[in-house]
Protein backbone atom coordinates (compact mmCIF):
# COMPACT_ATOMS: atom_id res chain seq x y z
CA UNK A 1 0.00 0.00 0.00
CA UNK A 2 1.01 3.16 -0.93
CA UNK A 3 1.77 5.67 2.06
CA UNK A 4 -0.41 9.01 1.05
CA UNK A 5 1.88 10.87 3.29
CA UNK A 6 4.78 9.83 1.27
CA UNK A 7 3.13 10.20 -2.02
CA UNK A 8 2.39 13.92 -2.37
CA UNK A 9 2.14 13.03 -5.93
CA UNK A 10 -1.06 11.30 -6.06
CA UNK A 11 -4.04 12.46 -7.70
CA UNK A 12 -2.81 15.37 -8.88
CA UNK A 13 -1.79 15.03 -12.51
CA UNK A 14 0.85 15.36 -14.89
CA UNK A 15 1.16 19.12 -14.61
CA UNK A 16 1.54 18.31 -10.70
CA UNK A 17 3.33 15.55 -10.72
CA UNK A 18 6.31 16.93 -12.94
CA UNK A 19 5.98 20.51 -10.76
CA UNK A 20 6.99 18.09 -7.54
CA UNK A 21 9.83 16.36 -9.41
CA UNK A 22 11.49 19.66 -9.73
CA UNK A 23 10.99 20.76 -5.87
CA UNK A 24 11.88 17.22 -4.80
CA UNK A 25 14.49 15.86 -6.82
CA UNK A 26 15.28 18.80 -9.42
CA UNK A 27 15.01 19.13 -13.07
CA UNK A 28 18.09 18.92 -14.64
CA UNK A 29 17.97 21.40 -17.19
CA UNK A 30 14.87 23.58 -18.71
CA UNK A 31 13.96 22.19 -22.39
CA UNK A 32 17.19 21.39 -24.09
CA UNK A 33 17.98 20.20 -27.31
CA UNK A 34 19.18 16.58 -26.98
CA UNK A 35 20.52 14.54 -30.47
CA UNK A 36 18.07 11.96 -31.64
CA UNK A 37 20.37 9.22 -31.13
CA UNK A 38 21.45 10.19 -27.44
CA UNK A 39 17.43 8.57 -26.25
CA UNK A 40 16.94 5.89 -25.70
CA UNK A 41 12.59 4.03 -25.37
CA UNK A 42 11.85 2.58 -22.07
CA UNK A 43 11.23 -1.21 -21.58
CA UNK A 44 9.13 -0.39 -19.23
CA UNK A 45 6.89 2.20 -21.07
CA UNK A 46 2.83 0.95 -20.88
CA UNK A 47 2.45 1.77 -24.65
CA UNK A 48 3.56 -1.00 -27.18
CA UNK A 49 1.52 -0.38 -30.24
CA UNK A 50 3.29 2.32 -32.26
CA UNK A 51 0.60 2.20 -35.69
CA UNK A 52 2.06 3.03 -39.04
CA UNK A 53 -0.68 5.34 -39.59
CA UNK A 54 -0.86 7.56 -36.97
CA UNK A 55 2.98 7.74 -37.10
CA UNK A 56 2.70 9.07 -40.61
CA UNK A 57 0.30 11.73 -39.47
CA UNK A 58 2.39 12.70 -36.36
CA UNK A 59 5.68 12.52 -38.91
CA UNK A 60 3.74 15.22 -41.24
CA UNK A 61 2.66 17.58 -38.03
CA UNK A 62 6.40 17.68 -37.30
CA UNK A 63 7.68 18.27 -40.38
CA UNK A 64 5.41 21.17 -41.00
CA UNK A 65 5.20 22.65 -37.12
CA UNK A 66 8.08 20.69 -35.14
CA UNK A 67 7.90 19.30 -31.80
CA UNK A 68 6.03 21.42 -29.34
CA UNK A 69 5.77 19.62 -26.30
CA UNK A 70 9.31 18.50 -25.23
CA UNK A 71 10.07 14.44 -24.87
CA UNK A 72 10.40 13.55 -21.13
CA UNK A 73 13.52 11.36 -20.16
CA UNK A 74 15.67 10.86 -17.54
CA UNK A 75 19.90 10.17 -17.67
CA UNK A 76 20.85 6.28 -17.90
CA UNK A 77 23.03 5.46 -15.21
CA UNK A 78 25.51 3.25 -17.26
CA UNK A 79 25.61 5.40 -20.22
CA UNK A 80 26.97 8.83 -19.66
CA UNK A 81 24.95 11.59 -22.03
CA UNK A 82 22.67 9.20 -23.08
CA UNK A 83 18.72 9.46 -21.83
CA UNK A 84 15.95 7.10 -21.09
CA UNK A 85 12.56 8.20 -22.53
CA UNK A 86 9.68 8.65 -20.11
CA UNK A 87 7.07 9.92 -22.28
CA UNK A 88 6.48 10.65 -25.73
CA UNK A 89 8.21 7.47 -27.50
CA UNK A 90 5.62 8.48 -30.21
CA UNK A 91 7.02 11.84 -30.62
CA UNK A 92 11.22 10.47 -30.77
CA UNK A 93 9.89 8.27 -33.12
CA UNK A 94 8.10 10.50 -35.66
CA UNK A 95 10.70 12.74 -35.20
CA UNK A 96 13.27 10.18 -36.79
CA UNK A 97 10.72 9.28 -39.70
CA UNK A 98 10.66 13.27 -40.17
CA UNK A 99 14.53 13.72 -40.28
CA UNK A 100 15.47 15.55 -37.22
CA UNK A 101 18.13 15.84 -36.09
CA UNK A 102 17.68 17.19 -32.74
CA UNK A 103 14.70 17.32 -30.20
CA UNK A 104 13.58 19.34 -27.29
CA UNK A 105 13.68 16.96 -24.41
CA UNK A 106 13.11 18.07 -20.51
CA UNK A 107 15.67 16.15 -18.21
CA UNK A 108 14.08 15.12 -14.59
CA UNK A 109 15.95 13.14 -12.29
CA UNK A 110 13.33 10.75 -10.87
CA UNK A 111 13.29 6.81 -10.13
CA UNK A 112 11.34 4.15 -12.08
CA UNK A 113 7.66 4.35 -9.97
CA UNK A 114 7.83 7.85 -10.40
CA UNK A 115 9.01 7.39 -14.08
CA UNK A 116 6.50 4.94 -14.62
CA UNK A 117 3.98 7.30 -13.17
CA UNK A 118 4.42 9.63 -15.54
CA UNK A 119 4.26 7.56 -18.27
CA UNK A 120 1.04 6.43 -17.79
CA UNK A 121 -0.72 9.72 -16.43
CA UNK A 122 0.68 11.20 -19.66
CA UNK A 123 -0.67 8.54 -21.70
CA UNK A 124 -4.10 8.08 -20.17
CA UNK A 125 -4.61 12.28 -20.46
CA UNK A 126 -3.69 12.26 -23.89
CA UNK A 127 -5.93 8.89 -24.36
CA UNK A 128 -3.22 7.44 -25.95
CA UNK A 129 -3.12 3.91 -24.20
CA UNK A 130 -5.74 1.25 -25.30
CA UNK A 131 -7.70 -0.30 -22.56
CA UNK A 132 -5.29 -3.78 -22.62
CA UNK A 133 -2.16 -1.47 -22.62
CA UNK A 134 -3.71 0.82 -19.79
CA UNK A 135 -4.38 -1.99 -17.77
CA UNK A 136 -0.93 -3.68 -17.66
CA UNK A 137 0.45 -0.35 -16.65
CA UNK A 138 -1.51 -0.78 -13.29
CA UNK A 139 -0.92 -4.20 -12.92
CA UNK A 140 3.00 -2.91 -13.71
CA UNK A 141 2.49 -0.66 -10.92
CA UNK A 142 0.19 -2.83 -8.48
CA UNK A 143 2.74 -6.03 -8.61
CA UNK A 144 6.23 -3.57 -8.29
CA UNK A 145 5.52 -0.55 -6.15
CA UNK A 146 2.33 -2.39 -4.35
CA UNK A 147 -0.38 0.16 -5.28
CA UNK A 148 -3.46 -0.72 -4.47
CA UNK A 149 -6.77 -0.20 -6.64
CA UNK A 150 -7.52 2.89 -4.53
CA UNK A 151 -4.10 4.27 -4.87
CA UNK A 152 -3.78 3.57 -8.67
CA UNK A 153 -7.04 6.00 -9.13
CA UNK A 154 -5.33 8.99 -7.36
CA UNK A 155 -2.12 8.78 -9.06
CA UNK A 156 -4.38 8.40 -12.61
CA UNK A 157 -7.06 10.99 -11.88
CA UNK A 158 -9.72 7.98 -12.07
CA UNK A 159 -12.14 5.81 -9.77
CA UNK A 160 -11.94 2.64 -8.34
CA UNK A 161 -14.02 1.11 -9.70
CA UNK A 162 -12.83 2.33 -13.71
CA UNK A 163 -9.34 0.80 -12.46
CA UNK A 164 -11.04 -2.11 -11.25
CA UNK A 165 -12.85 -2.76 -14.50
CA UNK A 166 -10.31 -1.89 -16.60
CA UNK A 167 -7.71 -4.32 -15.21
CA UNK A 168 -10.13 -7.36 -15.32
CA UNK A 169 -9.03 -6.79 -18.90
CA UNK A 170 -5.86 -8.64 -18.42
CA UNK A 171 -7.74 -11.61 -17.48
CA UNK A 172 -8.68 -12.06 -21.27
CA UNK A 173 -6.81 -14.39 -23.68
CA UNK A 174 -3.37 -13.17 -24.68
CA UNK A 175 -4.59 -13.55 -28.80
CA UNK A 176 -7.84 -11.25 -27.05
CA UNK A 177 -5.48 -8.42 -25.64
CA UNK A 178 -3.40 -8.53 -28.98
CA UNK A 179 -6.63 -7.87 -30.82
CA UNK A 180 -7.52 -4.78 -28.67
CA UNK A 181 -3.91 -3.94 -28.81
CA UNK A 182 -3.72 -3.47 -32.29
CA UNK A 183 -6.82 -1.55 -32.59
CA UNK A 184 -9.55 -4.50 -34.07
CA UNK A 185 -11.17 -5.27 -30.88
CA UNK A 186 -12.65 -2.15 -29.17
CA UNK A 187 -12.63 -1.27 -25.37
CA UNK A 188 -16.11 -2.12 -25.15
CA UNK A 189 -15.83 -5.69 -26.93
CA UNK A 190 -12.95 -6.51 -24.92
CA UNK A 191 -14.91 -5.74 -21.74
CA UNK A 192 -18.58 -8.03 -23.17
CA UNK A 193 -15.76 -10.48 -23.63
CA UNK A 194 -14.74 -10.97 -19.97
CA UNK A 195 -17.79 -12.89 -19.93
CA UNK A 196 -18.83 -15.26 -22.98
CA UNK A 197 -17.58 -18.77 -22.44
CA UNK A 198 -15.24 -18.86 -25.43
CA UNK A 199 -13.76 -15.41 -25.77
CA UNK A 200 -11.36 -16.29 -28.19
CA UNK A 201 -14.09 -18.05 -30.55
CA UNK A 202 -16.11 -15.09 -29.94
CA UNK A 203 -13.80 -12.43 -30.76
CA UNK A 204 -12.86 -14.06 -34.38
CA UNK A 205 -16.91 -13.71 -35.00
CA UNK A 206 -16.72 -9.97 -33.93
CA UNK A 207 -14.12 -9.30 -36.63
CA UNK A 208 -15.56 -11.95 -39.31
CA UNK A 209 -19.10 -10.98 -38.84
CA UNK A 210 -18.75 -7.40 -37.59
CA UNK A 211 -20.39 -7.96 -34.18
CA UNK A 212 -21.46 -4.84 -32.64
CA UNK A 213 -20.79 -4.90 -28.71
CA UNK A 214 -24.46 -5.48 -28.41
CA UNK A 215 -24.26 -8.52 -30.11
CA UNK A 216 -21.82 -9.69 -27.60
CA UNK A 217 -23.53 -8.46 -25.24
CA UNK A 218 -26.67 -10.33 -26.48
CA UNK A 219 -24.42 -13.45 -26.57
CA UNK A 220 -23.45 -13.30 -23.03
CA UNK A 221 -27.62 -13.45 -21.58
CA UNK A 222 -27.90 -16.43 -24.22
CA UNK A 223 -25.29 -18.05 -22.55
CA UNK A 224 -26.50 -17.10 -18.89
CA UNK A 225 -29.98 -18.32 -20.01
CA UNK A 226 -29.01 -21.53 -21.45
CA UNK A 227 -26.78 -22.34 -17.57
CA UNK A 228 -29.39 -21.45 -15.87
CA UNK A 229 -32.21 -23.31 -17.37
CA UNK A 230 -31.29 -26.93 -16.60
CA UNK A 231 -32.18 -25.90 -12.77
CA UNK A 232 -35.94 -24.84 -13.25
CA UNK A 233 -36.50 -27.77 -16.00
CA UNK A 234 -34.81 -30.53 -14.95
CA UNK A 235 -38.23 -31.65 -12.82
CA UNK A 236 -39.88 -31.40 -15.87
CA UNK A 237 -38.14 -33.94 -17.85
CA UNK A 238 -39.66 -37.10 -18.46
CA UNK A 239 -38.46 -39.96 -16.89
CA UNK A 240 -37.12 -42.82 -19.65
CA UNK A 241 -39.83 -45.35 -19.75
CA UNK A 242 -39.28 -48.94 -19.31
CA UNK A 243 -39.45 -51.72 -22.15
CA UNK A 244 -42.81 -53.06 -20.90
CA UNK A 245 -44.71 -49.60 -20.38
CA UNK A 246 -43.20 -48.79 -24.16
CA UNK A 247 -44.48 -52.22 -25.52
CA UNK A 248 -47.92 -51.50 -24.42
CA UNK A 249 -48.25 -47.95 -25.96
CA UNK A 250 -47.08 -49.99 -29.20
CA UNK A 251 -50.27 -52.32 -29.04
CA UNK A 252 -52.49 -49.82 -27.98
CA UNK A 253 -51.33 -47.12 -30.85
CA UNK A 254 -51.66 -49.94 -33.15
CA UNK A 255 -55.50 -51.23 -32.39
CA UNK A 256 -56.71 -47.63 -32.40
CA UNK A 257 -54.56 -45.94 -35.52
CA UNK A 258 -53.91 -42.68 -32.67
CA UNK A 259 -50.92 -42.08 -30.99
CA UNK A 260 -51.06 -43.35 -27.23
CA UNK A 261 -48.43 -42.72 -24.37
CA UNK A 262 -49.18 -43.91 -21.00
CA UNK A 263 -47.54 -42.05 -17.81
CA UNK A 264 -46.95 -44.06 -14.92
CA UNK A 265 -47.43 -42.52 -11.52
CA UNK A 266 -46.55 -44.99 -8.80
CA UNK A 267 -49.61 -47.27 -8.80
CA UNK A 268 -51.72 -44.30 -10.76
CA UNK A 269 -50.92 -42.76 -14.16
CA UNK A 270 -53.06 -41.60 -17.24
CA UNK A 271 -53.09 -42.64 -20.44
CA UNK A 272 -52.80 -40.12 -23.31
CA UNK A 273 -54.02 -40.75 -26.81
CA UNK A 274 -54.02 -37.59 -29.46
CA UNK A 275 -55.53 -37.12 -32.62
CA UNK A 276 -55.76 -34.38 -34.96
CA UNK A 277 -58.57 -34.24 -36.83
CA UNK A 278 -62.10 -34.47 -35.25
CA UNK A 279 -62.93 -37.06 -37.85
CA UNK A 280 -60.55 -39.15 -35.94
CA UNK A 281 -61.62 -38.09 -32.48
CA UNK A 282 -65.63 -38.90 -33.85
CA UNK A 283 -64.17 -42.50 -34.75
CA UNK A 284 -62.39 -42.74 -30.89
CA UNK A 285 -65.54 -42.39 -29.65
CA UNK A 286 -67.58 -44.55 -31.38
CA UNK A 287 -64.85 -47.47 -30.71
CA UNK A 288 -65.05 -46.78 -27.10
CA UNK A 289 -68.74 -46.49 -27.00
CA UNK A 290 -68.71 -50.01 -28.56
Given at each position: ?????????????????????????????????????????????????????????????????????????????????V???????????????????????????????????????????????N??????????????????????????????????N????????????A?????????G????L?S??D????????????????????????????????????????????????????????????????????????????????????????????
Open positions: MVDEQKSPRLGRGLAALIGNVAEDTNVLGQAKRVPIEFLRPNTRNPRKDFREEDLDDLTNSIREKGIIQPILARPLSYLRGYEIIAGERRWRAAQRAGLHEVPVLLLDIGDKEALEIAIIENVQRSDLAVEEALGYQQLMAEFSYSQQDLGRVIGKSRSHVATLRLTKLPESVQMVIDGRLSAHARALVAPEQIAQDVLNQGLTVRDVERIVQRETQAAQAPAHSAAKTPKVKDADTRSLEQALTNVLGLNVSIDHRGDKGEIRIRYKTLEQLDHLCQRLKN
